[in-house]
Structure formats: structure tokens, C-alpha cells
């Protein structure tokens, strides 16, 4: 029952794609977006994750736009509770970064600072699997 959960939340995030900021193809992205370290207690750089911004009213749901260090977007990303996901709870009209969605991943987070409680990680990759590897690999994500 689960899996198709996540199915259906990823088909609905992955589809819907209003435009959330004027320009935020390159880093910074402007608008209402604040590097993490001034919202949150996370690393300047999380692993596999590179640059992170978010708008401070979106936190801890996000979105989170991830950039490479060449400052191109590469990912947005959400978290969502396990509590409030066994819960059934609902995430409508979450906001996108706008960026055409080349494939998602989603993976389990015990919890870490300003969001402890475990949850997922639901990423939007704006770049193919191979680059995504290959920035990992290099640590192009920092």
C-alpha cells in the first residue's frame, strides 16, 4: 500500500511544475530563497546534496533547490515525515522549481539537525542519472 503511496506523490510532484522564483536556473536563486545555513543547522555543502536553498515559510517540507558547483540547478528536493506520511496526510499544490524532471529518487533520512524525526527524501533530478552519478562520483555535489 505504501509503494503506491510514494507512486502516486511522486507522479504528482514530478507533473506539477509552477514556476516558484523569476530566474533560478543559476545560483543564487533569488526571491525568497536563503542559503540552508541561515535556516537551517545543516552543513553549507550536505553530501550528494551540493549548494542548498530554501524559502524559510516552506521549511522542513521544502522545496530545497540543489545546485552543482558550477552553480547550475540540479535538483529540487522535499522532506516529508514518516509520521505525517502513515498519517495519510496530504501534500497539495506543493511548489516546483519549474524545471523539466528528468527521473526522481526517493530515500529514507533517520533524521539529522531541524528535521531529526526520520523521513524521506524526495529528490527531482533536473539532470540525467549519468550526470548525477558523475557529479556524485567526482564530488560535483560537494
Known amino acids: 500500500m505504501k509503494k503506491q503511496y510514494f507512486l502516486a506523490l511522486f507522479g504528482a510532484i514530478a507533473f506539477?511544475?509552477?514556476v516558484a522564483v523569476a530566474d533560478i536556473a543559476k545560483e543564487p536563486p533569488g526571491g525568497d530563497y536563503v542559503p540552508i545555513p541561515k535556516t537551517l543547522m545543516l552543513p553549507d555543502?550536505?553530501?550528494?546534496?551540493?549548494?542548498l536553498y530554501v524559502d524559510r515559510k516552506t521549511v522542513p517540507v521544502g522545496p530545497y533547490l540543489a545546485y552543482d558547483h558550477s552553480g547550475k540547478l540540479v535538483a529540487t528536493?522535499?522532506?516529508?515525515?514518516m509520521k505525517d506520511m502513515d498519517?495519510?496526510?496530504k501534500y497539495e499544490d506543493l511548489p516546483t522549481s519549474g524545471a523539466p524532471v528528468d527521473h526522481v529518487d526517493l530515500f529514507f533520512n533517520a533524521g539529522h539537525p531541524d528535521m531529526?524525526?526520520?523521513h524521506y527524501?524526495?529528490?527531482l533530478w533536473h539532470i540525467p542519472r549519468a550526470e548525477q552519478l558523475d557529479l556524485e562520483?567526482?564530488?560535483g555535489m560537494r
Open 16 to 18: 506539477y511544475c509552477p
Open 45 to 51: 555543502f550536505p553530501p550528494k546534496m551540493g549548494t
Open 77 to 81: 528536493l522535499y522532506m516529508l515525515s
Open 87 to 89: 498519517a495519510h496526510k
Open 116 to 118: 531529526e524525526i526520520p
Open 121 to 123: 527524501h524526495f529528490v
Open 137 to 139: 562520483r567526482t564530488a
